[in-house]
């Protein structure tokens, strides 16, 4: 699988990165200048309202509606964060880790938020989900720091490691470095990337966190409540971090500045693929040269076509999604109806797990796939749901098909969806339905045939037009072209434009230049 990344910055619009697999887009993501409350962003919050009857509490971080802070998010270890952060703001730690802090029981996994936190407290929350719709960020208190390689986890001491990686003798050698190189009172995750990687690699992954916690901890101090007091990378270098691999050829990115700060970063964290980060320098807009423009278009309507004439239509509300599989066109025998099902199920179920990840669907999503009869095709169809979904980062379970045909999915959802406008607003209406009537575009016309003519003294005219214009120019015996003719002693040649809205005309003098108006 070939993989490519292409990095389209603009002033306006912020950073768009579009991940391409084998040429096709399967991951697109947005970031603006000025985006805030991103996802692992870490801010010192103060308690606005503790609301029991919710066992949560609202927190004021800076956004214009309070974050949402359930107990089960403060972490078994909120009690050395709160007792961590009085200190600090004391001015009494003068460490830079945690190796003298001793460190508090962890609380109750079945307590009360109003035993814990209390109003106007300052706790440090990271942002766990991004403000979606009318819903503030939602926030924890169990704080991490991630690395390429490592995730560091403060005010614990357990090693995990990833699900993925799945020999025993490898996940015993990871844990035993680890062990080794990590400093009291703070825990570690091993992620999937660290497997066959040396301690060089690995030690060096868990410095640049520690140089974090430190600078976390100096900021802690100073930093004003409701303010951030660690900012997580850009949007770019996060997912650089997070997918990186042998497998990318080419990331190619329009801005001189972002493309020194991709290759610096991709030099730190993979010397061997600096190579491939490439500036691009051409006049065509990037995304157009690699024709990403064109899948944008084509793969976020409400219909989205397959091949073979099946096709998907995808409906939103606020916390469900519904994907309709539709065979469309495609002809099958009776014979062979239900393998016709299968495959275009199994067809539909490939792009839906491109669409979840493209369009970064969460929440719930149902789907309504082909009705088929036998149980060895439904449960084909959902082991290959389950294939195409392993590649998707986000967590998400999906269940088998129920009694009805219907499928299931839960998929995490920690930012807002990604949405892009298919529909263009139509040049000739304005978007308003209406266009101007037949008889007063004529009137146009002539008002600006009579000054060419008579004004300017233009010879050899022609008149471009939609062909329904043309043709009631031209049609009958005493057309309007003719009368035109003895009105202004001028023949006007009429030349129809099948491309041009309805509305739509232009003058051209005899060296074919158009003549503005």
Known sequence: ????????????????????????????????????????????????????????????????????????????????????????????????????????KDIDKAGKISDILSRNLLLPVQIAKEPISTKGPRLSSDLSIAGRFVVLVPFSSTVSISKRIKGSAERNRLKKIVESIKPPNFGVIIRTVSEGKGVDELQKDLLDLISKWELFTKRLKSVEPAQKVLGEMDRASTILRDILTDEFTHIHVNDYALYEEVKSYVQEISPDLEKIVKLYKHKEPIFDHFGIERQIKASFGKTVNLQGGAYLVIEHTEALHVVDVNSGNRIASKENQEENALLVNKEAAKEIARQLRLRDMGGIVVIDFIDMHKPANRKELYGFLKECMANDRAKH??????????????????????????????????????????????????????YILQEQNEKGITLCVHPYIGAYITSGLFSTRLKWFFKYGKWIKIKNISSYYLTQFRFFNSKEEEIKL
């Open 1 to 104: 699988m070939v993989k490519e990344l292409i990095i389209d910055s603009t002033p306006d619009k912020g950073v768009t990165i579009a991940l391409l697999q084998d040429k096709q887009l399967v991951e697109l993501n947005k970031e603006q200048a000025d985006n805030n409350f991103a996802v692992g962003d870490i801010y010192l919050g103060r308690i606005k309202k503790i609301m029991p009857g919710l066992n949560a509490a609202f927190v004021d971080v800076g956004y214009e509606k309070d974050a949402f802070l359930h107990y089960l998010d403060l972490g078994p270890q909120v009690q050395s964060l709160l007792k961590l952060t009085r200190i600090v703001k004391n001015g009494s730690y003068q460490e830079k880790l945690l190796n003298s802090l001793k460190l508090e």
């Open 397 to 450: 379970t999906i269940l088998p098909p129920s009694k009805f045909g219907l499928v299931q999915i839960t998929r995490q959802r920690v930012r807002p969806e990604m949405s892009v406008v298919t529909n263009e607003k139509c040049p000739a209406c304005g978007g308003t339905g209406e266009i101007r009537s037949s008889i007063v575009l004529l009137d146009d016309i002539e008002s600006n045939l009579s």
